[in-house]
């Protein structure tokens, strides 16, 4: 009888992490986006329901700090893996940046359809506000027409307040629908690629 072995091979490498300090800046983000909500209408992106903001409130002047507390506290950790990765497999210099950053408000009833982020290196979401059952982010297996019914196709992750989760950018995903009368709060950003 032949004993086969079996090797994973190509992971998908997505970033996690919960943030230590985060409730120090928990009421600050959620208060920006009342105060946002006031001045602006929804954009209609991937939102089925709610409230998503512009994609560029990393350049407004009422988010520029809180931006970069994200950016150089929540972000660059991860972005400092992937730069050594890109050094050690000969890409040296390689640097990774903030493209732009916006929010998701998701009361009862509103979810996001799947999509992707083009033109991005890797995406990712932080919970703001994150009341249990208010809506799982589901990643798709990007080997799902290949190995359907040999693997899982989808990996659930459930909202958890300051919780940030990093994922390549062209995998499809969704945010399934807000099950409780809480609403929902998360920032969502990307971030590119510069391979010298």
Not at 95 to 112: D, E, T, V
Not at 173 to 185: A, C, G, K, L, M
């Amino acid at each position: 009888m032949i004993e086969y072995g079996l090797m994973e091979l190509f992971p998908t490498p997505v970033h996690t992490a919960l943030i230590p300090d985060f409730s120090e800046h928990r009421n600050e983000i959620i208060d920006y986006t009342k105060q946002y909500r006031m001045k602006y209408e929804t954009v209609q992106v991937s939102n089925i329901g709610g409230y998503q903001s512009s994609s560029d409130i990393h350049q407004d002047p009422e988010f520029v700090s809180i931006c970069q507390w994200i950016w150089d506290d929540v972000l660059m950790p991860a972005c400092d893996v992937m730069s050594s990765s890109f050094e050690v497999n000969d890409f040296p210099g390689t640097k990774l940046s903030l493209n732009n950053i916006w929010f998701n408000c998701n009361p009862n009833g509103a979810w996001n359809m799947a999509h992707t982020h083009p033109h991005c290196f890797y995406s990712g979401v932080l919970w703001v506000k994150a009341p249990a059952e208010s809506g799982d982010l589901v990643l798709h297996s990007p080997h799902a027409h290949a190995l359907y019914g040999l693997e899982h196709s989808v990996w659930n992750i459930p909202p958890e307040e300051g919780r940030v989760v990093l994922f390549p950018s062209n995998l499809q995903h969704h945010v399934n629908s807000n099950s409780t009368e809480d609403e929902r709060i998360s920032l969502s950003f990307n971030i590119s690629i510069d391979i010298p």
